[in-house]
Each structure stands twice: as C-alpha cells, then as structure tokens.
C-alpha cells in the first residue's frame, strides 16, 4: 500500500462518514474541519516560518463577522461574502503584517497577542455588528443553487475546503516562494544571503494563513447562522496555536490532527468525567489539561509524526525527472567584466564595535576570475570583512564597490541581486528540507514564480528547471548520490560543500566562502580544490577564507593577510609566505 | 452528591424497552465554568433537586457545560438533541448563548427555557423564537422597576458604569431607553471588565458628572469593585444594582460599603419578608429550604431559582402534553409540550407567576419583581 | 483634566502597574533560566489569596488537597523514573523538595491555621502553601520536557494554566475574594495623601526588583542559573544541574507569586481565573524588557498600569482596545532599539 492510496482510503471513509454518523458527530466532525482550516495556517506560520501568532482568532472572527454583516444588513449572496471575508482578513493580515512582522521573536508574538484582544473588543464595541450580544439571522448558504443549510451538506462543504487549503499549502510549500519561506525557520541570515525579501515572505505567509482563517470564519458564520465575539476571542486564539503544536507543526497534516484530538477529547471528557468522578465539579479541563502534558511529553513533535510513523513511507523524489536540461537562465556569471577588472573593490573600510575596532582601514581588490584568500590568525576580523562584504554588517566607514557599484550599506538581499553568493562558517542549511531542494534555493533569484502560481501549480516548469539547475550543481560538487537525503542527515564535510553548491546555483559573478575546507577529509579537500579551480577556470571569481595553507596554496592566486584588523600583505602566494610580517603574526608573540 | 445518571440511565432505559413507557429526556446547558461559572455553578448545584420523575413519567436530566461560549452552546446542544433525543432544553445561563441556538431550535422542533436575562430571545415571537422561553425577569422589567424607583425618589440625574459585555450592554439599551422615557438625564456611561483589578478613571469620570444615583450594570461579585471604589472616593449619593448580584457572596466581599445600595430582584430574594398571599413565597420558601440544605451551597441563589422554576413549568406542561397522546422522545411530544408551556397559566413558582401565550413568551408581570435595599448586610424588602 | 484627578489616576496606575511589575519579575526570572514562558504565574498569585481568604472565612483550605495530590503525583513519577534508570543518587533531596515539604505546608495550612489565627500567620500558611506547590509542578509538567523548543515549552506552560485554573476553580468556587486592608496612613505629597496600599506595593516591588538584579546579576548562583538557559549542555559540564535550576527559578517564581498575592489582595477582589489576565499584563512588560532586563521589564509594566488607569478614564468602553493597540507600536519600537539578531528557531 503506497501512501497515495492510504490518502485515498482517508479520503474515501471522510466522505462516506456523514451516513455511519449521528447528525451531532457530523457537526463534531465539521467543527474539526473549521479548527483544521485555522490550525492549518499556523502550521504555515508557526512549524514552517517560525513565527508564533495569537492572533489567527481575530482573523477568523473578522471573516465571520464579513459574512455575517453582509449577509445580514446588505443581502450578499454567499460567494460574495467568501470573497469579501477573505479580502477582508487577507487585507488586514497585510497591514498588521507590515506593520509587526519587521520584529523578531518575543515581541512579535506579544504583538500578536495585542492584536487578538483588541479584535475581540473592537467586534463586541460596534452596534451595527450587534455588539456582545451578537447578530443572528444570517440566511442558509446557498451556492449555485445549492443549500448548505443542514448538517450533512454543510459538513462537505468544509471538507471540500479543508482538502483545497491542504492541497493550496503543500504546493506552496514546495515551491521556489515555500522553500524560501521554510528558510525563514532558521532565522534571517539564511534566505536574505540568496536574495529573498523575509519580511515580505513573512508578511505572505501571515497573508496565506489569515485568508485560511478567513474560510473558516466564513464557513462558521453560515453554519451556527449566528455570530458574536466570544468564539473569535484570546481564548480561542490560544487554542489554536494549542492544537496546532499538539498535532505537530512540522506537518500540514498535523493541523487535522491536532484538531481532530482536542475537539474529539474534549467531547468525550464531557460524557465520561461526569461516570467516573461523579462530583458537581467540573474537571474536564484539568483532565484535559493534564492529558495535553502527558501528550507533550511523549511526543515533542506532536501527534501527527507518530501517526505518521504507522503509514506507509512518502515515495521517494522522482530523481530521472532531474536528468533534463532544462534550465533557469543565468545570471551573473561570465559577466561582461572582462579579465583583470576589479569585480570587488574594497576601499579603506573600517567597523566598529563599541569600543573595539575589528577592521581598520582595510583596502584591497579583487578582480575577476581570481582567487584571493583572506587569511590572518584568529581574530584578524576576516569573518567580519567577509560580512560587510556581503551586506551582513555595515561599514563605520570606508567604501566597498563590487563591479563599480558600492554595496556597503546594502541589505545582503540586495548584494546578492548584484551577483554575489556565500556559504557561512557555521553552515546554514535547513536541515528538514532534502539536499536538492536546499542548493535549489540559491537559485531563488532566478525564478520568477509567485505564491499564487506556487499554490495553483502553474509554476511546474519553472520547477522543473530549478530542480534539474539545482540537480546539475549537486553533481558538480560531486554530491549526486545525496540528492534526496536531508541536509541533517549529512555529514558536515558534505553540508559544507552543500553550500558551495547552493552558492553556485545562484550563478554568481563573486562566490564568497567563509572555511569551506573545515572539516572535510583529506580526499575531500582535494576535490573541493579540484572543483574551486574548474570554476576558476570558468571565470568565476572567488574569495575565500580559510586556514588550511595547503588547501589555500593550491587554488589562490592571491594572498591577502590580515591581523588584528589590519592589512599586513597582500599579493603572490610564495612572496606573502616569506614575508617575515606574515610569518611573525602568525608563529610570532 | 452524585451528578446526573447520564449513559447508565439510558442503557437501563434501552434495556427496559419493553415496557411502553419512554422515559422523558431534558437537556440542561449551563455557564458553570469560564466567565459566567459564578451563575452557572449555582445552577448546576440545583440540578440534583429536581424531580425524577413527572406525572409518572421517569425523567432524565443531562446536563453539559458550555464553558460561556457560544460555540459550545451549540455543539452541546446538538449533542443533547441528537445523541440523547432531549424533549426540552432548559438554558443556557447567558444571553449571546441562548441567541445563537434559535436556529437550532426551531429546526429540529424543540422548546427551550433559557435561563438567560435578555428580553431579545424571546421577542417578538416570529418563527425561531416560537420554540423560546425564558423564566428570568427580562432586563426591561428589572430596569422599569428600577427606573420607577429613581423617578419616585427624585433623581434626576444618574451614572451608568456597567459591565463591558453582553449583560452590560444589553442592561444599556433597557435603561438609556427608560431613562430617555420618564426624563432622567444620564450623565456618565462608563464600562469595565470582569477582571480589571482597578476602576479608578470610570469612578472619577462618575463623580465627577455629580450625579444624584448611580447605576451599576454588573454581575456576581465583580460588581462590588465599582461600589467601594465610588465610597472610597467619597460618593455619597444613591447606588442602584442590578438582579445580577442578588446573592450572599456580593454581602460579603462588599461588607459595610454596600449599605443603603437598592437592588431589584426577583421576589425569591426576600421570600420571608413578602406577605403570605404573594403567590411566590410558597414556592420560594420550598426551594430555599431545598438549596440551602445542599452542602457547601451557602444561601440562595436566585440564577439557581430560575432553573427551579424552568422545572416548575415543565412539571406543569409535562402532564397536559401527555395527555395530548404524544410519547417521549418523538417530535410530536416537543411540538405538544412546547404547546402546553405557551398554554400554561398561572403557574406559580420562586420568582412570580408565569402567564405565556402565543405573544408572549416570558409570562410574568409586577407579581415577579421586588424592590430591595441592602440593610445591616442583608437584604430588606421595600416595595414592589 | 485637574491636578487632584491627574495624581489619583496616577497613583491608580503605579498601584496597578506595580502588581504587573511583580508579575513581570517572576516571568523573566523563570523565562532567563528556563525558557518556560510561565502562563500559570497569575494562578501562584491568585491561589494565594484565595486561601488566605478562606482561612479568613474559616473554611478549610481546599489548596492543601491539590498540594498534596500534586506532591503524591510528583513522588511517584521521579521514583518510577529513577526505579528505571536504577538511579538513587541524590534522591532524598528530591523526596525532600518533592514530597516532604510541600506535605509540611499542607499539614500547617490544615492544622496549625484557621480563623482565629493572626493574620500575618494566614498569609504565611497561605505562602507556604503556594512554594513548596512550586517543585511537584515543574517536576509534573516541565521536567519531561527539558530541553524542548521554547514553543513546546509555552504550549506545556498553557496546558498546566488550564490544570491549574480548574483546579483552582474546585478548591475556590466562582466567587471572588478580597483580603483587608492595610490599615497604616500612608505618606503625603504636598496636598495628596498616598494610600496605604500603593506604598505596600511600589515597596515590594523595587525590593524585588532590587533583589532580582542583585541575585542573577551580581552572585554566583544567580549567574550559574542564567547559564542553564543559554546552554544545557554547557551548564552540565561545569557541575550546574538544568533541573535543579528549573526547579529552583520555579519554587522563586511560586514564592514571588504568593507574596504578590497577599499584597494585591486587599486592592482588588481576585477570582479563580484572574490570574490570566494579571499574567498576560505581566507578560507585556517582560517583552518590553526583551525576556532579559528586570529592570526595563518593570518599566514596560508601570507603563502598562498607568496606561490602563488613564485610558479607564478617558473612554472606558474602549480601555482595552487602546491599552492593546498602543503595544503594537511601542513593541516596534523596542524590537528597533533591540540589537538582539533574530536567530532563534522556534
């Protein structure tokens, strides 16, 4: 059994539930589907971008109350509500987004919290709304003719939803926008450094999973036929996240299960406690309370990798579909520089950190197609010139020009929209996502593909030629057997040449890399070295830190030293070696 | 204390199908945690009190939390309909929860008593609200007693602070109306949370509008907040409560400042103090005796009188339904027994008397509330 | 708006705003050493005035039961893990913390205390109480999962609040409680007479704050206890234990909220499940000090509290929206000035 036909099976008792069921299990069942729809968005928040929001209650009750007053007050039919409480909750979701998701972390979340209480109030302020007390008599779903008015009609609708935001997510996810916003999960650093705007793919993803919640706030509206604020309020906002990470966020279909086991758990709390304890207490939420720990401590990860575990495994990546040679178009590389001119010039530039000077006046070229090694003992400020290089820290003062452009004071996006790629010195992978999909995100910018065309599926040959440029530079770095494994799963030696390769696939004029020799074997480093001087041949220009002086020795056609800050060579490789400066700072006192 | 037979009685019941009895089934939904737990509680402590069994028909009570939230409301309501084949819903506690289920209601043809205060539910009774009871006072009656008071006194002017939610609201709407009507000028309408822990700027903003009384919309023991903070600050005018703290908790967080405050309420407060032919004080008098002899129940509760006097109304349509022929658990039952609550007449129970017709689903008149002010820490009857 | 209302309305506020402040104490305190995000603080506050008021109504106070359940509960987890792992070192301290003490505290709050005690020693039961709960709780729910996600750690944080609330609901009913007041004059400034109450509060709190920034700041222990946040592993390997660490910021965090709660409670009628709401105000000025500063976390609270005071005067109906909304662009400014690179993954 593949696990295709174990969705099937799922999908086929789903629908055929309504008539084994009792009409009170098929509204259980239609309220798990609603909390589906908004946990789902989380999972696209919370697992994939790493952002926690309190707040996807106030969206849900934001396209509730859209359809409710609409359908009320100005007799909209319902597929101009659904438009409406999406736009409405898209809308919002834009402007809160701009407006909060520029912070990190702790504060982002508080914001989020502010949010969803202020929503609360706002709803229950506005007369016309009906205030606290409610607006009732919105009239029965009627789609093309169709009413959704009872259970069972009602409860297909919101699978049908459901299945369409689980199919809509997935594709995103796999996408060129959904890799970079799982990029996001392991901070900024990592998707600005192959050009992607964070803030306007966390705005994107906060946009995707307020319109999920906007359906459902939708689909509640006309299924109770009566609104009021206490649904869509802090409480219920909480309980979202709660179920989210409950059923594991690591997974769109954690988001049904996490559903599936709160709202089911809770429901039978209320029919068994008041058997077995039989007090006029009311203990289901401690009961509920302490399952929910119990829970978390057996599984971290939620429910739904355990559930998943007794599945029959994903089938693996169609790896002959990489063999095509389609690809996406260059972009920076053999650029109309022509040899000798200066790609990279940097220019008396000095940082400052408080009162510690880590780079002081430091100038030196780079021109195209060479190989200059930065090297200095520890300390010399080589990992910081490598960041005001590529837009990660900003000069205090001096100039850098790449390609007669200065880029200090750039963003790293930007930096890498002129041409620039770089690994890290502590390797930046997203260690959940496969090899091929992780060097194919270097090739962010040159794919076009928005979240719409992700989400619709119309971005499928530009997929492809990602994949199969992503698939052509694993092979030149030598990786193509780990095509499909997790980054995690590798070992370091081969995550560092990941990157290279993830660089590369950006096809960029000037490739920084920051001790890609660090910690490979022997072997290893004779093909990395192989590799650096076929690219070198092929006109890429590369800096490179590092300090292994063999390795260095066989590729660099140049050698700039510094320490403690400060430019003490700079020039051939033999002559910088002897020089007696050199040879002090680094044996010396 | 044992809580409802629930799945026990049912299965006995299904095993005993034999016999040509079916058993009555009546859903209770209360507030008993969550924001309202201070009403609902109450309300669930009287559910063992009920009567089990009613013109010899065994009668099963199921009884569900809603957590105050609407949603629950619902869900539960559904469960109870579809799962357990209710022949009558009494609640849910608030009024937002009772609205949300009319469409339930008349969908699936079953009458509901709700225990909620707002007038909204029940009226105008149109086509949902046709299965809709309620056996509180409504707030307009509660606010036209209160209204009435204020203008025989000599008031002029009066502050509104109330509760920043539907009961505040709603107790907004009844009382600017009145008070447009017999011509008393609101000077302040301020708002506060359950949960705020200080209401210093609404008071200032009160005393500062120097009014001759002020009202105060809120319920339970968060109401005692504004009243002292008022004393505290000097107020020495008229302080006016609503039913919603008729109880003792509100005597004794509140202590000596609550002394000369006017609360309506439903006569069930001062059972003692009425006069004997009140056709309330028998009726209050027994379910007095009944609550306070539960356990760790303290003294009554007049959210608890309501579902007391849902079940006198039940007891009293339960037989006529009967005998229109109908049997338990069918549709036709539900359709007869939410005829005979819309026919029954003069029913006498803890608060009133209750008189439904087909116009009006609430049935009381002056009979059901009283005027009381809180003396020496308990309350004293003064008028009606 | 005249002076007399700007000072009343201003002391409102720091009375108020202090109670956040020792709320946002605890929450950074537990937040510094644990990365727990402690959502229950509130509960330890409201637990212990609850039973103070019980002992003042002469009930028996029904806390001592949940303590000791919790204590049972606790004992049994810890020997059947370490039955296990046949590991028996150091385990009569853990009996110690996790069953002995918080058995004493029951047996005093049920026999040694009642209504006719003083009632400085009904708040001293009450405390007692409420600490010694601290241990069991972090043995329950937050030992099985050392060194997870600090986003699992929020959603356990969650899940004991909904435990304890209706626990709390069982051991206090619905109804609210007040403790009374204190009865000494309280200084003036110039024509205005600070109450009692406000005296007591700002007071404890910048001990507290006092305190806090002397512990983790300036002696060894506070700083070993920093250290278990940033690194387990590391922590570990210089001899400090992440549990009794975590166990040690929790009993703290207990103790802070009892304290607070005897402090706070003649001011206010406090409820089962007022503790959130107190909590989450807390919370707000621990995030206006980045989860890290004491004293910029105090800062954000007062601020907090004075806003409150003034919005409830300005528009009542519409105080939350604004005291809520107005975080929004504070918190923007604050993740600005923050030099804290976002680099935490969730």
């Known amino acids: ?589 | 204390m044992r809580r409802i037979v629930v799945r026990f009685a049912l299965v006995l019941a299904a095993l005993a199908a034999a016999s040509a009895h079916a058993d009555l089934n009546i859903g209770i939904v209360i507030s008993a945690t969550g924001p309202a737990a201070s009403v609902g509680v109450t309300q669930q402590r009287t559910v063992p009190l009920l009567p089990r069994t009613v013109a010899g028909e065994k009668v099963n009570y199921i009884l569900l939390d809603d957590a105050s939230d609407t949603s629950t409301t619902v869900k539960n309501v559904r469960k109870l309909i579809s799962e357990y084949q209710i022949d009558a819903l009494v609640g849910p506690s608030l009024t937002p929860n009772s609205l949300a289920l009319l469409d339930v209601l008349a969908e699936t043809g079953t009458p509901m008593i709700s225990l909620a205060g707002s007038g909204a539910i029940v009226e105008p009774v149109d086509a949902k609200r046709r299965w809709a009871f309620k056996t509180p006072q409504s707030d307009t009656l509660m606010a036209t007693i209160v209204v009435k008071h204020m203008v025989e006194t000599g008031i002029k002017r009066v502050a509104f602070i109330g509760f920043n939610d539907a009961y505040g609201e709603g107790w907004w709407r009844e009382f600017s109306k009145l008070a447009e009507l017999r011509k008393l000028e609101v000077v302040a309408n301020e708002r506060y949370t359950r949960t705020d822990t200080s209401v210093a700027g609404q008071v200032l903003r009160v005393v500062a509008a120097n009014p001759d009384a002020v009202f105060i919309a809120a319920s339970g023991t968060p109401a005692v907040l504004p009243q002292v903070t008022l004393v505290e600050r000097g107020y020495k005018g008229k302080v006016y409560q609503t039913h919603g703290v008729a109880n003792n908790d509100f005597l004794r967080v509140g202590g000596a400042k609550l002394e000369g405050t006017f609360v309506p309420a439903g006569p069930v407060l001062v059972a003692e103090q009425l006069r004997d032919d009140h056709p309330a004080k028998a009726p209050s008098l027994e379910f007095i005796k009944k609550y306070e002899a539960i356990p760790g129940a303290g003294s009554r509760s007049t959210f608890a009188a309501y579902l007391w006097d849902a079940s006198l109304l039940l007891q009293d349509a339960v037989p006529r339904a009967l005998k229109q022929g109908g049997k338990p658990g069918t549709p036709e039952f539900r359709k007869a027994l939410r005829d005979a609550i819309e026919t029954g007449k003069d029913v006498r129970a803890t608060n009133g008397v209750f008189n439904m017709s087909a116009t009006d689903h609430i049935g009381l008149d002056q009979r059901s509330r009283v005027m009381t002010r809180i003396e020496k820490g308990s309350w004293k009857y003064i008028g009606e | 708006m005249d002076a007399g209302t700007f000072q009343f309305l201003l002391q409102d506020g720091i009375t108020s705003g202090a109670v956040y402040v020792l709320l946002a104490m605890a929450l950074v305190m537990v937040f510094t050493v644990t990365r727990i995000v402690m959502v229950p603080q509130g509960e330890f506050v409201v637990f212990s005035v609850l039973t103070v008021a019980a002992f003042q109504q002469g009930l028996a106070p029904r806390l001592a039961w949940i303590v000791v359940g919790a204590a049972l509960v606790a004992t049994a987890m810890e020997l059947a893990q370490r039955w296990i792992a046949r590991d028996a070192a150091g385990l009569a301290g853990r009996l110690l913390a996790l069953l002995a003490l918080p058995l004493a505290a029951a047996a005093l709050a049920v026999w040694a205390v009642d209504q006719s005690s003083p009632y400085a020693w009904q708040c001293v039961g009450a405390i007692a109480l409420v600490t010694t709960l601290g241990p069991p709780v972090y043995r329950i729910a937050f030992r099985p999962l050392a060194g997870a996600s600090p986003l699992v750690l929020l959603i356990a944080a969650i899940a004991l609040h909904f435990l304890l609330v209706g626990l709390g609901l069982f051991a206090f009913g619905p109804e609210g409680s007040r403790l009374p007041g204190f009865t000494f004059e309280g200084p003036r400034i110039g024509d205005f007479r600070v109450s009692a109450q406000t005296v007591v509060v700002v007071a404890a709190s910048a001990m507290l704050i006092g305190a806090m920034l002397l512990f983790f700041g300036q002696t060894l222990a506070g700083k070993a206890l920093r250290a278990t946040a940033v690194s387990r592993t590391g922590a570990r390997l210089v001899g400090i234990s992440p549990d009794s660490a975590g166990e040690l910021s929790l009993t703290l965090a207990a103790l802070v909220g009892a304290v607070s709660g005897v402090l706070i409670g003649p001011a206010t009628t406090l409820y089962y499940d007022s503790g959130f709401i107190l909590g989450l105000k807390g919370f707000v000025g621990a995030i206006f000090g980045g989860l890290a500063g004491y004293a910029l976390a105090a800062t954000g609270a007062l601020g907090v509290g004075l806003l409150e005071a003034f919005a409830s005067f300005w528009a009542s109906a519409y105080k939350e929206i604004i005291v809520f909304t107005l975080i929004v662009p504070v918190l923007m400014w604050r993740a600005l000035v923050d030099p804290h690179v976002d680099e935490e993954a969730a």
């Not at chain 1, 940082?351 to 030196?364: I, Y």
């Not at chain 1, 910690?519 to 220009?541: F, I």
Request: hydrophobic fraction near 50%; charge should be positive; glycine fraction near 12%.
């Open chain 1, 1 to 589: 059994m593949t696990r295709r036909s174990c969705v099937a099976v799922v999908l086929a008792i789903a629908a055929v539930l309504p008539w084994l069921a009792t009409p009170y299990q098929v509204t259980v069942l239609s309220f798990i589907g609603l909390y589906s729809m908004v946990a789902l968005g989380l999972v696209l928040l919370t697992g994939v971008a790493g952002l926690i929001s309190f707040g996807q209650a106030a969206f849900v009750g934001i396209g509730a109350y859209a359809a409710a007053y609409l359908s009320v007050a100005l007799q909209w039919g319902a597929a101009a509500t659904l438009l409406a409480a999406v736009a409405a909750s898209s809308v919002c979701a834009l402007c809160i987004g701009r407006l909060t998701l520029s912070m990190g972390g702790h504060y982002l979340s508080l914001a989020t919290l502010a949010w969803g209480i202020s929503v609360y109030y706002a709803l229950g302020q506005i007369p016309a709304l009906g205030g606290f007390n409610g607006l009732g008599g919105i009239p029965p779903l009627m789609l093309a003719g169709v009413s959704f008015a009872s259970e069972v009609p009602m409860y297909y609708l919101i699978l049908g939803c459901l299945c369409v935001g689980l199919v809509l997510v997935r594709n995103l996810l796999d996408s060129r926008p959904g890799r970079a916003i799982r990029a996001l999960r392991s901070g900024a650093v990592l998707p600005e450094s192959f050009g992607a705007d964070t803030l306007r793919l966390k705005v994107a993803a906060f946009a995707v999973a307020a319109a999920l919640a906007g359906v459902s706030g939708w689909l509640h509206a006309y299924m109770q036929r009566f609104v009021n604020p206490t649904p869509f309020g802090l409480n219920m906002g909480i309980e979202y996240l709660f179920m989210a990470v409950i059923g594991g966020v690591g997974s769109i279909f954690g988001a049904v299960a996490g559903a599936a086991l709160v709202t089911v758990l809770k429901q039978q709390l209320q029919d068994w406690l008041p058997g077995l304890l039989g007090q006029a207490g009311n203990f289901e939420i401690v009961v509920f309370g302490a399952l929910m720990l119990f829970v978390l401590a057996r599984a971290t990860g939620g429910v739904w990798p355990l559930l998943s575990r007794c599945m029959p495994a994903a089938p693996p990546m169609d790896t002959g579909a990489l063999a095509g040679t389609a690809l996406v178009p260059a972009q920076h590389g053999n650029g109309p520089d022509g040899e000798g001119a200066a790609l990279l010039s940097v220019a008396g530039v000095v940082k400052r950190f408080g009162g510690l000077t880590a780079v002081d006046s430091v100038s030196f070229d780079v021109r195209a197609g060479e190989v200059v090694a930065l090297l200095g003992p520890n300390g010399a400020g080589k990992s910081t010139m490598f960041n005001l290089v590529s837009g990660n820290l900003t000069p205090s003062a001096g100039e850098i020009r790449m390609r007669g452009r200065r880029i200090d004071g750039l963003r790293s996006r930007e930096i890498a929209a002129l041409g620039l790629a770089r690994t890290f010195q502590h390797v930046k992978l997203a260690g959940d996502m496969s090899a091929l999909e992780n060097v194919a995100m270097g090739a962010y910018l040159r794919g076009r593909s928005g979240l719409l065309g992700a989400m619709l599926r119309l971005n499928r040959a530009e997929e492809a030629a990602l994949r199969q440029t992503a698939a052509r530079q694993l092979a030149r770095c030598g990786l193509s057997e780990c095509v499909t494994e997790l980054a995690a799963n590798l070992p370091l030696g081969r995550q560092r040449t990941l990157e290279v390769a993830r660089a590369l696939c950006a096809d960029p004029a000037l490739l920084l890399l920051d001790e890609p020799a660090a910690g490979l074997r022997h072997a290893e480093k004779d093909e990395l070295a192989r590799l650096l001087g076929q690219l070198r041949d092929e006109g890429v220009t590369i800096l490179i830190v590092d300090h292994d002086m063999e390795f260095i020795m066989k590729i660099a056609d140049r050698l700039v030293v510094m320490r403690f800050g400060q430019k003490i060579a700079d020039g051939d490789p033999g002559d910088v070696r002897r020089d007696p400066v050199v040879q002090e700072a680094y044996l010396g006192a």
